[in-house]
């Protein structure tokens, strides 16, 4: 009896976004995506209009699975800064079975600036991270958690940039106390 197509497109999706964040998009050739789903070129080309849309729903999959734990996080129990300090070391100290860096800042460095689409999904991806710290950091300010003259957007946006410097600075190999400094120092301002 033959595997349902839904699960074969979802096992699909999670070894392709596997391979664009490992290699990036233009690194990741079709063989590479038949290497790493199982399935051959027509199979890939049957289950996805294209490259780019399964490249698409890699993505999508990858920021509704990001999301989720960040939004479990944020909204969870504790002092603000511990569960900034958590969401800082994710990139301190990431999963060792991950590949470096993130896979949004990689697209927001190689495609957005020449994709508008996938711009414009990045864009609303980093817009609910930004208001999800900002709720955060508003609750916080009020229980007295950080000073009232904190601007709980501003700190949403600096923490957002410094989450995605430290996924670049992963990236390109900095050293962990390098980006446990730079974490630290992001700590620091709130």
């Known amino acids: 009896m033959a595997r349902p197509r839904k699960f074969e497109e979802t096992r699909a999706v999670e070894a392709a976004m596997r391979a664009f964040w ?9 063989q590479d995506l038949c290497a790493a789903t199982g399935l051959g070129r027509s199979s890939i080309y049957n289950t996805f209009a294209s490259k780019h849309d399964l490249f698409e729903k890699a993505l999508r999959h990858y920021t509704g699975w990001r999301n989720a ?5 944020m ?6 800064k511990e ?18 860096g993130c896979l949004v800042i990689n697209t927001l460095v190689e495609l957005a600036p020449h994709d508008p689409h996938i711009a414009e ?3 609303r991806d980093t817009d609910t991270r930004v208001q999800v ?3 955060a950091l508003e609750t916080a300010r009020l229980r007295g958690e950080i000073g009232a003259d904190k601007d709980p957007l ?26 446990e400094s730079i974490a630290n120092v992001a700590l620091g301002a709130i």
């Open 22 to 30: 490992e290699a990036g998009y233009e690194g990741t050739s079709t």
């Open 69 to 73: 734990q960040f939004a479990e996080l």
């Open 75 to 80: 909204t969870g129990e504790g002092p603000v």
């Open 83 to 100: 569960r900034i300090r958590t969401l800082l070391w994710w990139s301190v100290d990431p999963d060792p079975d991950e590949p470096a």
């Open 121 to 123: 999904l990045l864009r």
């Open 133 to 135: 710290i900002r709720s």
């Open 154 to 179: 501003a700190l949403a946006h600096f923490v957002t940039a410094t989450i995605n410097g430290l996924g670049v600075a992963a990236r390109g190999g900095a050293s962990r106390a390098a980006l």
